[in-house]
Each structure stands twice: as structure tokens, then as C-alpha cells.
């Protein structure tokens, strides 16, 4: 695994509960762990998990592993 890959996993590995609790808005936590804007955490989502940040969020929300935002 590359530096750069262990890094986005980091972040990843932080930011996934946050999306998952939806207690707050993704561009926050994007901004937060260190991926710039949401689109780039969405795909990093996507790329690791195979679901984007909303589908996780929505996934939790379905699943009662979420409050509404």
C-alpha cells in the first residue's frame, strides 16, 4: 500500500462513523479528516467501500445505525 493509499484510509477509517451517525453534514467532515471537499471523500468511498458517502449514510439510516440529520 502506498503512503498516499494509507493516508486515504486514515481519513476514511474517521470518517465513516461520522457519515454513518449522520450528526452532521458530510461537507464538514469532509473538511475535517483532510479530503478537501465531499466529492473527493464520495470517491474515495466508493473506491474503498464501493459505496459512495451518501449510500453509506443512507445504508445506516435503513439499517437504524443512524440518526436523521
Keep these: 500500500m502506498t503512503p498516499a ?3 486515504e484510509r486514515l481519513r ?3 470518517a465513516r462513523p ?3 451517525e449522520a450528526l452532521e453534514p458530510l461537507e464538514q467532515i469532509a473538511k475535517d479528516v483532510g479530503f478537501g471537499s465531499v466529492e473527493k471523500m464520495c470517491r474515495s468511498c466508493l473506491n474503498v467501500f464501493g459505496r459512495t458517502s451518501q449510500e453509506l449514510r443512507r ?4 439499517s437504524g445505525g443512524g440518526q436523521p440529520a
Design 5 to 7: 493509499k494509507a493516508i
Design 12 to 14: 476514511l477509517d474517521v
Design 18 to 20: 461520522r457519515i454513518e
Design 59 to 62: 445504508a445506516a439510516r435503513k
